[in-house]
């Protein structure tokens, strides 16, 4: 597993980025309390924002989703265009799935909500300092719950069936949770010939050659996806 | 994203394998090493996979790569596919600067059932299953 150093040789810089002035005062203030953090800077709208971060040259920009002038999604695919090195982690009071996935696909580190506790806040920027993404709560776990909502096919409805019987979409899920032929029997109750039979069908039907290629499609297609 | 190549391994190919647009969180480490790695994934095949990543790895370096399968089960955990391959090419991504995109080939897989927080249980084409502690 990836390890996280507990502290760091020099201060974390720090950039904040948000319209509201109290909050900003707020946020500095309980990042200056905590030894490791050090605040370079403070931007209130999109538009100042790259030329601070390109003169104080932070390690974190903190950058609210919804600002004036540039929002967050703009601000983020300018830094992306330009040579600055900062991991940027999205503040912000709510934010979409699919908003998400855009910022992580626009270099962003990941998000923590305006009502997080100090703590997870102090924890976030330390994870994403080593390198890890951060989403929620949780460093990994969050953000693949994250993805697995925005996968390919729209809104979490299960796609087509492609012909496949329930019999085989139900051994399709076995086997996109790792079920082995034998557990998928014994699940069934079905002979482990009758669910290689089954199996060979769906390779037919979807015209996929092994398993992993069947899961792959299984989650691209949401053959899967439970019912809503 | 606009890779413009920096490696690249001489005499190796992907072979064309549909390839599925599925973005998810990998790990992945040089065969050998002790700590993973995090990336996202661009796009992954029975063949092969290309990982968005900080770091970049020198084409033939073995690798394995793990990443859970991302999609909601009714009442079952997703797998967790385990893979083995060496490194075709590592990239670099115009957009955001810093990052790479590396391919990798995948020479062997395995699905490891996720039994809660207890472990795995192991499940690959040769082998019965076995339990792992991970």
Redesign the interface.
């Given at each position: 597993m990836v390890s996280l150093p507990n502290s760091f040789p020099s201060p974390i810089r720090i950039l904040i980025a948000d319209d509201h002035p109290l909050f900003r005062d707020g946020l500095r203030r309980l990042l200056q309390a905590e030894p490791g953090f050090e605040v370079v800077g403070e931007a209130s709208d999109g538009d100042v924002l790259v030329d601070l971060a390109r003169k104080t040259r932070p390690d974190i920009l903190l950058l609210d989703l919804s600002m004036p002038r540039q929002d967050g999604m703009e601000v983020l695919r300018e830094l992306s265009l330009s040579k600055i090195p900062v991991r940027t982690l999205l503040l912000t009071a709510s934010i979409e799935k699919a908003q998400i996935v855009q910022a992580l696909k626009l270099g962003a580190y990941g998000v923590i909500l305006k009502e997080a506790t100090t703590q997870r806040l102090f924890d976030s920027i330390q994870c994403v300092m080593a390198g890890q993404y951060w989403i929620g709560r949780e460093s990994v776990s969050d953000l693949v719950r994250a993805l697995r909502s925005v996968a390919p096919s729209e809104n979490g409805a299960r796609g087509k069936d492609y012909g496949l019987t329930t019999r085989e979409l139900e051994i399709v899920t076995l086997v996109v949770a790792g079920y082995s032929n034998p557990d998928i029997a014994q699940r069934c109750s079905i002979s482990e010939q009758t669910v290689k039979h089954h199996i060979s069908n769906i390779f037919d039907k979807l015209g996929v050659s092994n398993r992993l290629e069947l899961a792959l499609f299984a989650v691209n297609h949401r053959l899967t996806a439970v019912a809503s | 994203?606009d890779p413009e190549p920096v490696l690249s391994a001489a005499n190796t190919e992907i072979s064309r394998?549909?390839r599925?647009?599925?973005?998810?969180?990998i790990?992945y480490r040089a065969r050998g090493e002790r700590?993973?790695?995090?990336g996202?994934t661009e796009n992954?095949?029975?063949s092969g996979v290309l990982i968005r990543s900080?770091r970049s790895l020198d084409p033939k370096t073995a690798i394995e790569m793990r990443f859970?399968?991302?999609?909601?089960?009714?009442g079952?955990?997703?797998?967790?596919?385990f893979c083995r391959g060496f490194v075709i090419r590592s990239s670099k991504c115009r957009?955001?600067?810093?990052?790479f995109t590396i391919a990798a080939k995948?020479m062997h897989?395995r699905?490891?059932?996720?039994m809660g927080s207890r472990g795995y249980?192991a499940?690959d084409?040769m082998n019965?299953?076995r339990r792992l502690a991970l």
């Open positions: - | 994203m394998a549909r599925y647009e599925i973005g998810t969180v790990r700590e993973w790695h995090e996202l992954i095949s029975i900080e859970f399968l991302p999609v909601e089960l009714d079952e955990y997703a797998a967790e596919v957009i955001p600067v810093g990052t995948i897989s699905f490891l059932r996720q249980v499940k084409s019965g299953n």
